[in-house]
């Protein structure tokens, strides 16, 4: 071959692997199209009803303690409880190497318990970034002897295992910036702040990165909107709006930006007592704190967590349960245990769970005690536990939690319904089946034929 020849072959192959590599980053990049209507955007969200939440950062490295003493509260506000200044909270990251990290184990966890989506904080209020940010050297990637991105290894984990890939990130409080919200006992109180300075050098171009190069995002979890939330200062969460709309217009914005958001974000371990219409969203813990804390061991059961599951389905919303993974990077076992039990339960009455609808009825969650009264003068709330149930055309979801002794009696059912079995049959055996007028009776053998609870499938026809 002569020069020229072998010139010209190496810079065809040099240009097409330019543009391939274009192509390549454009497929990354490319925004995907903007969803036709509100329904279409929330689709996954309705159908999804349970995701995993993971509170990961330096805080996990103190897990609760610091010099030798406990701190009260979640474990993730250990910086602002103890009042750490900046200059010793920063060196938590020259010790954070969490080497036991595995993205897919994690990932498989999540899918094994039956979750349809995880959401990870990439920056907490503590200021530091779990990912390698360009815009701030105060994140893993830079500022640790790890020296690698987990969120990005955790992306690529949830794409492979089916998952839709979320992130927290505290866009008001940063206690690590002199502008940004919350760190009073390093920098001046939050009114004397340049807060739009801190908004648009840090919080908005990080944004940016987290929607530009981590794959679809299926939604940004905001939090505490401090400066934020008023008629003056709307227009600081319409920025963080236009950039979410702008770069990736599928990905959803929770209800705590101090704008509206797609969903309202309840507070957090707060179930409402009744049925809740449009989206929303149960925050929730496994034991008492979100970050990692060694001594919070008071961990909800299997039993709990199912319970927890279908009352929240059962009034029309969707459980973000959180786990908080240790500094080696490993979450707890009890964690994992009780998570995965909910997933063995879920693998056989999923069908009553996922895309379901609320209940048609609501005497079963409860009733006021108007002879007691909360702080506010309102009547205490007892909640029922027998039951509850949950919908889909043509089916009632009959969850029975306590079992009752010969038969399931069902009053004010507005259908016609045609045959009753347990969900967890595959041969769906009718089970014998009495209905007077809106009473419906349902003949059930003497032991609950599952665990945690057994769901009983009425076929109707009409509404
Ligand atoms: C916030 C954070 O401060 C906390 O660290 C954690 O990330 C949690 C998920 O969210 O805490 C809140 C925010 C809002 C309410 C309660 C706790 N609320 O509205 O009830």
Known sequence: MNCRIAQSLSLKIAAAALVSAAVALQAQTTPPAAPESQDAKMKWFREAKFGLFIHWGLYCIPAGEWKGQPIAGIGEWIMNRAKIPVKEYEQLASQFNPVKFDADAWAQMAQDAGMKYLVITSKHHDGFAMYHSQVSKYNIYDATPFHRDPLKELAAACARHGLKFGFYYSQSQDWHEPNGAGNNWDFPANPQKDFDQYLRSKAEPQVKELLTGYGPI???????????????????????????????????????????????????????????KGDWEVPATLNHTWGFKKDDTDWK?????????????????????????????????????????????????????????????????????????????????????????????????????????????????????????????????????????EHVSVALPDKAPGELATVVVLEHRGN
């Open 301 to 437: 059961t299997p039993a709990d967590l199912t319970f927890k599951l279908v009352d929240i389905v059962s009034k029309g919303g969707n459980y973000l349960l959180n786990v908080g993974p240790t500094s080696e990077g490993v979450i707890p076992q009890a964690s994992q245990d009780n998570l995965r039990a909910v997933g063995r339960w879920l693998k056989v009455n999923g069908e009553a769970i996922y895309g379901a609808g609320p209940t048609p009825f609501g005497d079963e969650l409860g009733a006021p005690d108007n002879t007691r009264q909360d702080k506010n003068g309102k009547p205490v709330f007892v909640q029922a536990t027998d039951w509850r149930c949950t919908t889909k055309p043509g089916k009632l979801y009959i969850h029975i939690f306590h079992w009752p002794s010969g038969s399931l009696e069902l009053a004010k059912v507005n259908y016609k319904v045609s045959k009753a079995y347990f969900l967890a049959d595959a041969s769906h055996k009718a089970l014998k089946l009495t209905q007077k007028g």
């Open 218 to 276: 299926c939604l940004i979890w905001f939090d505490t909107p401090q400066m934020m939330n008023t008629p003056e200062t709307k227009e600081r969460g319409q920025r963080f709006i236009d950039i979410v709309k702008s770069l990736q217009p599928a990905t959803l914005i929770d209800g705590r930006l101090g704008t509206a958001g797609d969903y309202v974000s309840m507070g957090d371990n707060r179930i409402p007592d009744a049925v809740v």
